[in-house]
């Protein structure tokens, strides 16, 4: 049997446990239960947005991500553009994000 969450395996015959690993995030069960990370963004959004509108609370369905505490170092160029894609300064490595929807076109230039 798989146990997701905890990341153990174990037999069914008598329930030893045959091997152990850890996620890196367990957002991960939310986009497997999601159908992938793209459903997850968009359905993630579009509940964030039917919430405020209807004034509830933030939705404590989905699972909020544990990022790294910021070195102090700042954010190399390829972090500033993904940061800003995600609406932040910057990205630090092992820090889930995800990019902002907006509806005017991207700048070609």
Do not use: H, W
Not at 89 to 109: D, F, H, Q, V
């Amino acid at each position: 049997m798989v146990n997701g969450t905890t990341g153990k395996i174990t037999a069914t015959k008598n329930g030893a446990v045959i091997a152990e690993s850890q996620l890196k995030t367990l957002v991960i069960m939310d986009e497997v239960r999601a159908g992938g990370r793209i459903p997850l963004i968009i359905g993630r959004g579009l509940t964030t947005k039917a919430r405020e509108f209807l004034g509830l609370p933030q939705s404590t369905l989905f699972r909020l991500p544990q990022n790294p505490a910021d070195d102090g170092k700042g954010y190399s160029l390829a972090q500033k553009m993904v940061g800003k894609a995600c609406g932040v300064t910057g990205i630090l490595p092992g820090t889930y994000c995800e990019p902002k929807m907006s509806k005017r076109p991207a700048n070609p230039g």
